[in-house]
């Protein structure tokens, strides 16, 4: 139930900021229109990023492509976008369609998924967790974002790490560690925040055999190179730097909250 409600938290940002400022055409659809509330695991659930259930499409931006300019450009927010994680989206929906029927219930929640990983083929934990990923970084991130947290998750971050600056030093620094691709994470993880990094397209929601990060996400930094290589080559450290500055921490607060 805990995930459910992070879901629908993480959906009602979502869908607020599909409201904003909307980009494009083509590839964007009223994913968040008149979703029906379905029953999976005897849970409600309601659809998240899809159109149907089990198919999957990008979510809207709150903001153009430009406005987390100077610190992240307007052309990586272009193919970050619409390219990378259109092409999560286009091969996890390929991936679903191969899926053998006693899986297909559990594909129409990315979540379901997550929890039984180990059952899934493994373009749908690159794929899937591609599309949950990116959704929740593009909902973290605002124009004129950054400046430090407030409420709860301020409190939280002084408590657990002393200071936010120490906080922020510590998860840069799980940034600049993750080798290759693969994302740093803030999460909480049995009522603790929990700083950490996963590779590839996995995350914290992830069953997966093995000691990786666990925990409900708070925060989430993209750090494959794709993320930063137009404007910043191979300076991963200036476009952590850079993340600073388009935070949004009352969406990471409200997933805290969660
Ligand atoms: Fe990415």
């Known amino acids: 139930m805990e995930n459910n409600n992070t879901r629908r938290n993480f959906l009602k940002k979502t869908a607020l900021l599909s409201t904003g400022t909307i980009i494009g ?40 492509y430009n406005e987390l300019e100077p610190h992240i450009d307007k052309a990586t927010m272009e ?29 129409k929640s990315l979540e379901n998924i ?28 605002k124009p004129n974002g950054g400046g430090i947290p407030k409420g709860k998750l301020a409190a939280a971050i002084t408590t657990t790490f002393g200071s ?24 909480v993880q049995d009522g603790k925040l929990v700083i950490g990094s996963t590779a590839n397209q996995d995350n914290p929601l992830m069953r997966l055999r093995g000691k990786g990060l666990k925990g409900k996400p708070v925060l989430a930094l993209d750090v494959w190179e794709h993320a930063y290589y137009l404007k910043n080559q191979n300076r991963r450290a200036d476009y952590i730097n850079s993340f600073w500055n388009v935070v949004d921490w009352d969406a990471a607060e409200n997933l805290f909250n969660s």
């Open 114 to 141: 997550f929890e039984k990983m180990s059952k899934f083929p493994e373009a749908i934990r690159n794929n899937g967790g591609g599309h949950y990923n990116h959704s929740l970084f593009w909902s973290l991130m």
């Open 25 to 64: 055409s083509g590839l964007f659809n009223a994913a968040f229109a008149a979703q029906p509330v379905l029953q999976i695991d005897n849970q409600p659930y309601e659809a998240a990023f899809t159109d149907t259930p089990g198919t999957y499409s990008l979510p809207k931006l709150g903001y153009s």
């Open 79 to 107: 193919i970050h976008y619409s390219k990378h994680h259109q092409a999560y989206v286009t091969n996890l929906n390929k991936a679903i369609d191969t899926l053998d029927k006693n899986l297909i219930d559990y594909s």
């Open 164 to 187: 936010f600056d120490e906080f922020k030093k510590q998860f840069s620094d799980a940034s600049m560690k993750r080798f290759g691709s693969g994302w740093a994470w803030l999460v």
